[in-house]
């Protein structure tokens, strides 16, 4: 491979460091010089058919499939697979690390899945959405057809046939892999290769989110059952909002028996309802939310006392604070709606907007709400200023600052701790560095779009890249890719890099503040890193 180091000085300005105190800004930090350094990692000849990107803290991967004379190959960061005579839609896919790399490839009229390199048995075709890895990106799994039958493949080894397969995930910890399967008129959920009862139906399969448990429903003789660590509980006409808590230590689903509805939590039934919205644990898993109808009134049900009897319960959605100690939901009474925060209800609105944010540290909330034909941001209680339209809003890591994007006639604001930035045409995101310090969004200014640091305006773009832009982990330097007419280019920190027919992104930050990123000039393929000056890792581009 061919290394190219690339020198950039002064770019299309710099943007300044500052904090977002509602004193005022800080003192800036002097801005970063880079150096651009590019590593050949092959010619894709333009013959990118489909491809598949991933960012890790160790840098940037790429696997697509190219054509070259009626045959397809696989190239993963510039090193070219074995020829075939197709390569299945949707893959190739990389594990979420970038060590590992799966797709599915045809020869004659068999299908087969590579794992690194490595063919799978043949089958008559792998079912769509498949393979994927677990999410420490050891493991694999795909669904395959062998004839009239399916099977599911884990880490390479084939399960028994079944006339259907459905629901193959692995759990949060990677430990385990589930599905639903179909034999003859019966289903069985499979867990780790073994097959639990036989029932006349299967519901969605759901495992906890520490991956020790699952539960699923489950259908006997016309009657619903929910079967948790493969034990099944009573009977009831139907069943529905399978939850587990966030520990999952807990589990939870509402029921329908004789035209009512219940909760049952932890194996014990609630009361009777004609009415069940969903429900809630609390972060730390120890209390619990829904809300409740009654005739023609709701309740919302906490830690299994009812509420104040409301005409709805807006959205039928309880929040818990990060802490689990506050709550917070909206109901309305005739034609008003207001919000009830620790069972307190506030001033009455027109209509609540559909979410309701906790500060990180369950000390402010804010949402959204309407008069008339105007929307307001209400913070702690207190609205503000009348707009035409609330975008997005939330809160900065460190709880300190709070951001929302507005619509006030033909134009759009970015409000920062209250304060209003310039007008713009048109809005696309905001982003809050990891430490809550700085911020920035995406805008668009005419025809043309932008990225504003810290309330410092970049250079115009015809287009800015998906997800950007990206900080490093302490918040001290920002980049996000631009397109400028048919060429793309990175910024970071003010300095514009190399112009490439594509940049392939997330872009990824390095230790050192090193940038990285793949790209394409002309035909070749670059590993590209923008590189401080000061950094140790300047000068260096360790070939892969």
Request: glycine share 14%; hydrophobic share 40%.
């Amino acid at each position: 491979m061919r290394h190219i180091a690339v020198p950039w000085g002064v770019g299309l300005g710099f943007f300044l460091v500052a904090a977002l105190e509602s004193h005022g800004q800080a003192a800036p930090l002097p801005p970063k010089d880079y150096t651009v350094e590019e590593t050949l990692l092959g010619d894709t000849d333009g013959a990118i058919v489909q491809s598949a990107a991933t960012s890790t803290q160790g840098g940037c991967h790429i696997a697509y499939v190219a054509k070259r004379d009626d045959k397809f190959s696989v190239v993963v960061d510039g090193q070219a697979g074995p020829r075939y005579d197709g390569i299945g839609l949707g893959t190739p896919v990389l594990s979420p690390d970038g060590k590992h790399v799966a797709y599915v490839a045809r020869e004659g009229a068999k299908w087969f899945v590579l794992w690194d390199g490595r063919p799978g048995p043949e089958y008559d075709g792998i079912v769509k959405d498949t393979p994927f890895f677990s999410l420490d990106g050891k493991r694999l799994a795909y669904m395959a057809k062998k004839g009239d039958k399916f099977v599911a493949v884990v880490d390479g080894q084939a399960g028994p046939e079944s006339e259907h397969i459905k629901l193959l995930a692995f759990t949060s910890d990677s430990k385990h892999a589930g599905y639903v399967a179909r034999r003859g008129p019966k289903r069985v959920v499979v867990v780790d290769g073994q097959a639990g009862p036989e029932y006349d139906g299967i519901g969605a399969l759901l495992f906890s989110p520490d991956g020790k448990r699952n539960a699923y429903a489950a259908a006997k003789g016309g009657k619903w059952l929910a079967v948790v660590d493969g034990k099944a509980g009573p009977e009831y006409d139907g069943l529905s909002t399978f939850t587990f808590s966030p520990d999952g230590r807990r589990f939870a689903h509402i029921a329908t028996q004789g035209g009512k509805m219940l909760v049952v939590a932890d194996g014990r039934a609630g009361p009777m309802c004609d009415g069940i919205g969903f429900i809630f644990f609390s972060p730390d898993a120890k209390r619990l939310a829904y809300a409740a109808k009654n005739g023609d009134k709701w309740a919302m049900v906490l830690d299994g006392q009812p509420g104040p009897e409301y005409d709805g319960i807006e959205n039928a959605l309880p929040v818990f604070s990060p802490d689990s100690k506050r709550t917070v939901y909206a109901a309305s009474k005739g034609s008003k709606c207001f919000v009830i925060v620790d069972g307190k209800a506030g001033p009455e609105y027109d209509g609540v907007g559909g979410g309701f944010f906790f500060s990180p540290d369950s000390k402010h909330l804010a949402y959204t709400a309407t008069r008339g034909a105007k929307a307001l941001m209400v913070l702690d209680g207190e609205a503000g200023t009348e707009c035409d339209g609330i975008l997005c809003f939330g809160f900065s890591p460190d709880s300190r600052h709070m951001a929302f994007a507005a619509k006030r006639g033909d134009k759009f604001s970015v409000f920062v701790d209250g304060r209003a930035g310039p007008e713009y045409d048109g809005f696309g995101a905001f982003f809050f560095s990891p430490d809550g310090k700085r911020a920035a969004y995406v805008v668009r200014k005419g025809a043309k779009w932008l990225v504003v640091v810290d309330g410092v305006a970049g250079p115009e773009f015809d287009a800015i890249g998906k997800g950007a832009p990206v900080f490093t982990s302490d918040g001290r330097s920002v980049a996000y890719d631009g397109r400028k007419g048919g060429k793309w280019l990175v910024v970071v920190d003010g300095q514009a890099g190399p112009e490439y027919e594509k940049v392939f992104t997330p872009l990824s930050f390095l230790g050192g503040g090193a940038l990285e990123y793949l790209a394409i000039k002309g035909g070749p393929l670059y590993r590209v890193r923008h590189i401080p000056r000061d950094s140790p890792a300047s000068g260096t581009a360790p070939a892969r």
